[in-house]
């Protein structure tokens, strides 16, 4: 024999109850139906009493929506020919509960007695419907042969009495038994009883383990059990096989695809368990079993450290501490034993090695109660101090990442909770049992959806890894970087299972959020008509209000209000990457936190644009450092702007032209007198030293410069209206390197953290004699290139190398290079 059970879901329609007359339809041996009530029944008989027993007339509209549902339904689904006695039998069955509903409504009294009895009509309603529908089928009643005891103001199920009963009653040789699920009877008073909220899939495990079925089949609105709620993650999928053990970890922490106790009466008798969809038959579904089975579609989950994710989001957390705890024996029975006698349910306990602190997780229905039970418990103990208070906290989640490969397998904890570190979430307590199947930690409410995502992908359970990026600043550095992220989209997620997801751009005016992802080929219509007006600071708080895991914060402006939010963004766990040197070059102390803030925190800091565009100047020196190196000296052109503006002058085009060619191209900051003072070269100059090791200030930086201080005064109108008064100088002086065969080169040097920045000459066969267009070029001195300098050189300026430097910097976040 076969046993299936059918949710409310699965009866609730007339396509679910098609459905479920084709399957049973193709099953070739005797079988068992156990139904749940149509959907939303049950609630409604809930909702129905509890009305009446206020005196309340409009629990008669809610009776007449229940007849309706199940009139509607004989009519939908029942044959034509069996309509009329089915009609008659259902009409029976709702007059005897309008009936009873009328006595609540009369006297106004609502016991556990009756409220099991009126609930328990939604399943012999949905049952009866069921039988109609599927040729020769019999009729059984659940209440006659599943038998219960009471135990802590709940019905248990009395297995020895119950399994006689089942066995005996499945004797016959009737193919097809349709069961009401859910509904039981007291074995001593024959009182209706029920198996609690999901008793249906119970019933089903119950009668499957008293006979021994072949298996147990639980057809829902699910595939299966999937890798997390797909509610909250769009990547979840769904697990093609579990261990029983594995399912009934799940299963408890919230994974709300079957009722828990359904699992070990299979489990006992060794009787698989298939979770399918009653409206996707073609869905292989989830198969459970004793043993760890290869999946069918081959996805290699079976090799994967953990299988699924599950949650309790209503988790409060009781803590009872006091020194006064420490190495007594019995405290632990004692609370325990307490909750127990108030039938608290606890699905988690922590206890601190010393013994002073143990912390347990209960449903937050059941907090309050628990506390107070606690409280009467220790009240001589907290009387004399020796224990405090009993401390409740709530609006709390319950995580457990579960898995029989996590057994004897090293750093999942480790790798989980440094994740959970890196994304900003605080872990308040948690747990791992012995049999490492399951590791289990508490987090605020708030960080659930975060949490379940950043573990979805860390443990690989995704089929990519994902980066969540906002972005400031779409000009020409910015807007070729959304155009490469665009271009590479696909790509990245083909071949490095990476999907860059843009979920914020800004500019100076407006912003556009969209968690699942903006549209790249339309952001600027977007920004423009859907945008809202914002400022850096509005924008921080919008990044950290979304609270999205592995965010990444990217900034392609030169605005020092930008910079102004690195550290809090940081302190969130934002990782930054800028292409804006004021960050990296303001004061040392600044520049040293943000440093310090993200590697306290376990997120990335990074710059590398702020030198040399796309050029790996600073990576290259943090390598040096890293592998015990010193970086002795640095010589270099740094200014990509200065350097075409030094190589294009000639007789035909003179200094202030140059200077607007430069503009032109994309390779001057939007103001070109940051170029011409020397200030980026200084800034430049001032980050590559502090990379190296030293504590310099912009300040300290002797400048040596070429332009005069009253060509920048004023707007940037008048520079462009002055600058033309130094062509004339600029010409005489390039006449005379020509005819002596030098160019000239603006310098940055640094020698033991002292620095320097001006106009030098180089002669032919200097390393940046021939320094091509915008290219820079540095020359890095350590202890270990002392006689003979390490060499960088390449283009240094352009809205796109910069664009690709940036793009680096991102893929090393995600650990692509």
Request: proline letters at 3%; a negative charge; one cysteine or more.
């Amino acid at each position: 024999m076969k046993v299936f059970k059918f949710g409310g879901t699965s009866v609730g329609s007339a396509a679910g109850l098609q459905n479920i007359r084709e399957i049973i339809a193709r099953e070739p041996g005797r079988v068992a139906v156990v139904v749940s009530a149509l959907g939303g029944v049950t609630d409604l008989l809930l909702s129905t009493g509890a009305t009446a027993a206020q005196a309340d007339p409009a629990y008669c509209d809610r009776y007449e929506s229940i007849c309706r549902r199940h009139r509607e339904a004989i009519a939908e689904s029942v044959p034509a020919h069996l309509q009329e006695e089915t009609r008659a039998q259902v009409e029976a069955l709702l007059e005897e509960l309008g009936n009873i509903l009328r006595g609540v409504f009369l006297i106004q009294d609502l016991s556990p007695k009756t409220t099991n009895t009126i609930v328990g009509y939604g399943e012999r309603l949905s049952s009866l419907i069921v039988s109609r529908i599927i040729d020769g089928a019999v009729l059984r009643d659940a209440r006659a042969f599943i038998k219960t005891e009471p135990y802590f103001n709940k019905h248990i199920v009395d297995f020895a009495l119950t399994n006689e009963l089942v066995r005996s009653t499945f004797a016959d040789d009737a193919r097809v038994s349709v069961v009401p699920g859910f509904i039981s009877s007291d074995k001593t008073t024959g009182e209706a009883t029920t198996l609690g909220r999901g008793g249906s899939d119970y019933t089903a495990a119950i009668i499957a383990a008293a006979v021994g079925a072949e298996a147990l089949n639980i057809y829902t609105d699910v595939d299966g059990f999937m890798t997390a709620d797909p509610r909250v993650i769009d990547k979840a999928y769904l697990i093609e096989s579990l261990t029983f053990v594995e399912a009934m970890e799940l299963c408890n922490f919230g994974a709300k695809v079957i009722y828990p106790p359904t699992i070990f009466p299979a489990y006992n008798r060794n009787i698989p368990i298939y979770i399918r969809n009653t409206y996707r038959t073609e869905c292989p579904g989830t198969y459970i079993s004793r043993e760890v089975t290869v999946p069918v579609a081959g996805r290699g989950d079976m090799h994967k450290a953990i299988k699924g994710i599950s949650s309790i989001n209503d988790s409060c957390l009781l803590t009872i501490r006091g020194l006064g705890m420490c190495g007594v024996i019995g405290v632990n029975y004692r609370i325990f034993k307490a909750l127990a006698k108030a039938g608290v349910s606890v699905f988690m306990v922590s206890q601190a090695s010393s013994e002073n602190t143990t912390s347990i997780g209960v449903r937050r229905d059941d907090a309050e109660r628990a506390r107070e039970v606690l409280s009467t418990e220790f009240a001589q103990e907290i009387a004399t101090g020796e224990i405090d208070e009993i401390m409740l906290e709530c609006d709390l989640a319950t995580v457990a990442i579960v898995g029989e490969n996590m057994r004897h397998c090293p750093g999942i904890a480790g790798k989980l909770f440094g994740t959970l570190g890196r994304n900003g979430i605080n872990v308040i307590a948690c747990a791992q049992g012995a049999s490492e199947t399951n590791i289990s930690f508490v987090v605020k409410v708030e960080s659930l959806r975060k949490t379940l995502n950043v573990i979805h992908d860390s443990f690989f359970l995704s089929e990519y890894q994902v980066l969540n990026l906002f972005l400031t600043g779409v000009g020409l550095v910015g807007g070729s970087l959304i155009e490469q992220i665009r271009s590479q989209q696909e790509v990245l997620l083909r071949t490095n299972a990476l999907k860059i997801n843009v979920v914020g751009i800004s500019n100076s005016r407006r912003s556009i959020f969209d968690r699942d992802g903006i549209d790249l080929a339309r952001y600027r219509e977007l920004l423009e008509n859907e945008g809202v007006p914002t400022t850096p600071q509005t924008i921080r708080d919008r990044i950290t209000e979304m609270n999205i895991f592995n965010s990444v914060f990217v900034d392609c402006t030169a605005s020092p209000a930008v910079a102004e939010i690195y550290g809090d963004l940081l302190s969130h766990n934002v990782s930054v990457v800028t292409a804006n040197k004021i960050a990296a070059s303001s004061a040392y102390e600044h520049y040293a936190a943000l440093k310090n803030t993200a590697r306290t925190r376990g997120v990335k800091f990074l710059f590398e644009t702020n030198v040399g565009a796309g050029l790996p100047i600073i990576n290259t020196i943090n390598d040096l450092r890293h592998s015990g190196d010193t970086i002795l000296g640095l010589r270099a052109v740094l200014s990509g702007t200065l350097n075409y503006i030094f190589n294009v002058l000639s007789e035909e085009i003179p200094f202030s032209r140059a200077v607007a060619m430069a503009k032109e191209a994309g390779y001057a900051e939007p103001d070109p007198r940051i170029d011409l003072s020397g200030t980026d070269v200084v800034r430049k100059l001032v980050i590559l030293a502090r990379e190296s090791g030293y504590e310099v200030e912009q300040a300290d930086v002797v400048k040596n410069l070429f332009v005069p201080n009253s060509i920048f005064e004023g707007s940037t109108e008048d520079f462009w209206a002055k600058v033309p008064q130094l062509d004339a100088e600029f010409e005489r002086q390039r006449r005379v390197l020509a005819a002596e065969g030098k160019r000239w080169r603006f310098v940055a040097l640094m020698e033991n953290g002292r620095c320097s920045v001006g106009l030098e000459t180089v002669e032919a066969g200097h390393p940046f004699y021939d320094l091509e267009g915008s290219n820079n070029i540095i020359l890095i001195r350590t202890t270990r290139y002392d006689e003979y300098p390490l060499q960088i050189k390449g283009y240094g300026a352009g809205a796109s190398v910069t664009a690709a430097g940036v793009f680096a910097d991102i893929m090393s976040i995600a650990n692509i290079r």
